[in-house]
């Protein structure tokens, strides 16, 4: 399994050898350095824990600061399963990526705030004539006594908080890998403002 956590950038468009343009996106990612490799008989299961990222020594907790010893002061710490082989200090780079993988990606969306129904669920709203006044976006009826016994319905679609969650996007392609500069293009667009982390597995 391949792996790779990274900073979402700017978007872009890639030319193919035929011409025909692709929208794409810009990620800076690793290098990754594994600060711990867990094992079934220690701690129940295996998987490896990476580091990624910079951060004052200063911002850090002592148990964090512990943790990480002498491999650095990583901004983030994530755990993927699949390379249990690895020893704690490696690192891995965009170099595990080939033009062409398919990969997919998943990262927090960016937050909208508060926004009504139509914006969150998708509503069509109240007509726009036959005297309807300041109504136009209103969630209307949401059920009553009789179908519900004068509740609200659990999971009922109504106004709210909008945005914020983890959203994977797959099967999006690998376009370019530059390790040189630890940057990956991939096609599509990837959830998230510049700059929020994402996680790249293939």
Avoid: C, W
């Avoid at 983030?76 to 699949?82: H, L, V």
Wanted: net charge positive; glycine share 18%.
């Amino acid at each position: 399994m391949k792996f790779m956590l990274g900073t979402k950038g700017r978007m872009t468009q890639i030319f193919n050898e035929d011409g025909a343009v692709a929208a794409a996106t810009i990620i800076t990612a690793g290098p990754l350095t594994v600060t711990q490799a867990k094992s079934v008989e220690k701690d129940g299961y295996a998987a490896v824990q990476f580091g990624f990222g910079d951060r004052k020594q200063k911002n850090l907790s002592k148990a964090v600061q512990g943790h990480f010893k002498d491999l650095g002061n990583f901004r983030y710490a994530r755990e993927f399963k699949g390379a249990e082989t690895m020893e704690r200090g490696a690192t891995i780079n965009v170099s595990v990526f080939a033009p062409g993988d398919i990969v997919e990606v998943s990262a927090i969306s960016k937050g909208k705030g508060f926004q009504g129904v139509v914006k969150r669920h998708g509503f069509k709203g109240g007509p726009r004539s036959h005297g309807q006044k300041n109504k136009e976006r209103s969630p209307g009826s949401i059920g009553g006594g009789g179908r519900a016994g004068g509740r609200v319905v659990k999971g009922m679609r109504m106004a709210g908080r909008m945005g914020g969650d983890r959203i994977t996007v797959r099967n999006l392609r690998v376009l370019q890998v530059d390790a040189g500069s630890n940057t990956l293009v991939i096609s599509g667009a990837v959830p998230g403002r510049p700059g929020t982390l994402v996680e790249i597995r293939g």
